[in-house]
């Protein structure tokens, strides 16, 4: 009874195989604690509409978890921690300002109703970010680089390289 139903011929099925290129298909966007749908929506289309393959798929919810989880651990002051290794796909995972300074690039490519949105999570992150990690005394000597933001000017662990 079901198959009767399919008008769909049969050799055009066997045509979707022949194809030397099948478009991947997109996979569902992740859901985003704290975020609407359509804003989640919108983070994936910019995700995937990546002309430049600087944002991969997946990327803001890694850097959100990273953030989240950085401003979670105990103590009054927290001190940034650089990668050893130097990679990024690490230094999304384990440096918190390489993780904003992915958020800053997703807020830039969102409409502004999502963007609106974001924002209000990221300030909130940023707020107690610059209240419980210190200022670099010594930032004036490290070589500025523009497009720097201020969260690179807090302290940093430096026990690793001990």
Not at 29 to 57: M, Q
Not at 64 to 81: E, I, V, W
Not at 87 to 105: S, T
Request: aromatic share 10%; proline share 9%; hydrophobic share 40%.
């Amino acid at each position: 009874m079901l198959r009767a139903l399919n008008t769909t011929p049969r050799h055009m099925y066997r045509a979707v195989h022949l194809w030397k290129h099948v478009p991947p298909a997109m996979p569902r966007p992740v859901r985003i604690c704290g975020l609407s749908s359509r804003t989640v929506a919108a983070i994936h289309r910019a995700e995937f509409r990546n002309i430049d393959k600087s944002l991969l798929p997946g990327e803001t919810w890694i850097a959100l978890r990273c953030y989240q989880s950085f401003l979670a651990r105990p103590g009054r002051y927290l001190y940034l921690t650089a990668t050893v290794c130097g990679c990024y796909e690490c230094g999304l995972k384990e440096d918190v300002a390489i993780a904003r300074d992915l958020l800053e690039l997703v807020l830039a490519r969102l409409p502004p109703r999502p963007r609106r949105e974001l924002a209000t999570l990221v300030a909130a992150l940023d707020e107690e970010l610059y209240r419980r990690t210190l200022p670099d005394p010594l930032a004036h000597r490290r070589p500025w680089s523009p497009g720097e933001h201020w969260w690179h000017w807090r302290l940093y662990d430096e026990s690793h390289h001990l």
